[in-house]
């Protein structure tokens, strides 16, 4: 079991930055894979950037390549998710997820969420 539980979100302007942390608990972490996805309102949940816990190799959407970062804390169990020059666009509820770090696999472990909003 893996539970997640996310925080850092808010209103902000367009232009403007924040971090989403993801703290999670349970076993054998390094075996795991971490991912950000987000859903606007009215929208499909879309992928927004994973980290491999062992590695920490990365991998983003192109909606938010080389504006957002993920990045992993070992020592806090803790999975962030670095937002800079937001848009608009942006705005939804974040969701951190975790899977089994194998090929194929999907995420199976969810966060509860946290809302981003910016404004134009």
């Known amino acids: 079991q893996v539970q997640l539980v996310e925080s850092g979100g808010g209103l902000v302007q367009t232009g403007g930055s924040l971090r989403l942390s993801c703290v999670a608990s349970?076993?054998?972490?390094?075996?795991?894979?971490m991912g950000w996805f987000r859903q606007a309102l009215g929208k499909e949940r879309e992928f927004v950037a994973a980290?491999?816990?062992?590695?920490?190799?990365?991998s983003y959407s192109d909606a938010v390549k080389g504006r957002f970062t993920i990045s992993r804390d070992n020592a806090k169990n803790t999975v962030y998710l670095q937002m800079n020059s937001l848009k608009p666009e942006d705005t939804a509820v974040y969701y951190c997820?975790?899977?089994?770090?194998?090929?194929?696999?999907?995420?199976?472990?969810w966060g509860q969420g946290t809302q981003v909003a910016v404004s134009s």
């Open positions: 997820a975790a899977g089994p770090d194998v090929l194929g696999s999907e995420y199976n472990y």
């Open positions: 980290i491999r816990w062992s590695t920490s190799s990365t």
């Open positions: 349970g076993r054998t972490l390094r075996l795991y894979r």
